[in-house]
């Protein structure tokens, strides 16, 4: 046994995992708007499922997440006590984290806004997840400008918790800041008409330390011949001022009696400046602004959520962590603005939602900045017009089911092309079925192929699939029995259904949110039955 310790944050029911049914995604073309084809995606259903079902298509691919979880104020857990409390809420994010880490590129980012319920917490907790030096910065959000005069302390901000997969990949690649979102932009200016256009106002030409060297005298343009003060130092060598004055980079007042200055000039520096660990309202907007200014105004038959956050806060991570036709997941969706955001930046998003208003107030949202009719927010920041799409997919329900004898088979609700779709991923094959090849589902490689049928294959059907598959391919076949009357069939892998799936996870789990499920032990492939006719079949 080992002894060795490790610093890690523990709690209840840590250890205890859910082993996630892998679901396939089915459109709602009623729900969905805009372009048929559009990459754009919004899933109604579980969140960690929905993680799950994305995770063979999307791995490695997302290049920004935002999430706005619960912040667990203790509401969501009245009948429990606080050890248990703290422990779900952990759960429940760890499982999350995890399957988003293997969504993002290698250079792709985490950010989640959370408050002081649990920010420290989480802190330590993605320190275990991505890596205590893939920690970039925590935001100081200011969310609400007002002061509650009834509090201990008001509060003012969240914290934004970024992490990346790769902290020396992303530093990179990461987007600077705009000019013109700092009031810096005035501190350029060009008094004298230099050709080269404006440089930097206001740089000093002394220092408090130094060399002896950096003491020499320079003779003014007036003819007045100066050394620093007793204590001060030249920022620059003799050499680097005489090329400068060569190069008519030296500035020495309009009087030319001045102090010199060696111009850095803005087309010079960095295109943008490095973001700041605080957000002011100004900047990024606040809660009561979402919801007053944009929200209200645009979806007037509903009730906006008591805290949205600002287009204007998505606009700026959006902007730091992506580039145009990037991927940007969310997946505790709430209002949609990240959507809505990535929508009008020209970005492709995911976005996941269990509640109803997935399609009482997101899809009404969506539909309104696709139509060009959404005039708040960043609108007119970015000059949108409308345009794109975005398609609507409900979680399937699970493969399998009890029937009344609590034998697993498989789900009466799943046609044919749903099955060797659920099978497919399942499998580790992608779905692509083919349209001249009854047996070709899909495949893992340019030569492996897989074939989903709910029949039982007698050895004269597998005789003709291996004549036809040849020698250079092979195929997985899964079907419900198989007779091969001890013939082999080198390209051919035989397996039955729902015996090859059984244990790969648990079934018919539709909700892992804030319940007790997250810390319950999950039933194990030992104990579950399944539905097999088995006489006369041949394994």
Known sequence: MSTKQKLELNW???HKRPRLEPRILLEDKSLSHGDVDSENLLIHGDNLLALKALEQKYAGKVKCVFIDPPYNTGSAFTHYDDGLEH???LSMMRDRLELIRTLLTDNGSLWITIDDNEAHYLKVLCDEIFGRSNFISSIAWEKDKARKNDAIISTAHDHILIYTKNATSWKKIRNLLPREEETG???????????RGPWLQGACSTAKSGSENARFPITLPSGRVITPPAGNYWRFSKSSLEKAIEDKRAYFGKDGDRLPIIKKYKSEVQDGFVPKTWWPVEETGSNQSAKRDHLRKLLTDVEPFSTPKPEQLLQRIIHIATNPGDIILDSFAGSGTTGAVAQKMGRHWIMVELGDHCHTHIVPRLKKVIDGEDQGGITKSVNWQGGGGFRYLNLAPSLLKKDSWGNWVINKEYNAEMLAEAMC????????PSPTQYWNHGYSTETDYIYVTTGSLAYEQLKVLSEEVGSERTLLICCKAFMTEGANFPNLTL???PRAILSKCEWDQDDYSFTLNVLSDSEQPDDIDYDEDSEDEEQ
């Open 12 to 14: 209840i029911g840590k």
């Open 87 to 89: 422990s779900m809420w």
């Open 185 to 195: 932009k005035s501190r350029y200016q060009n008094p004298d008409n230099d050709p």
């Open 425 to 432: 991923k399942h499998m580790n094959f992608t779905y692509s």
């Open 495 to 497: 397996v039955k259904i």
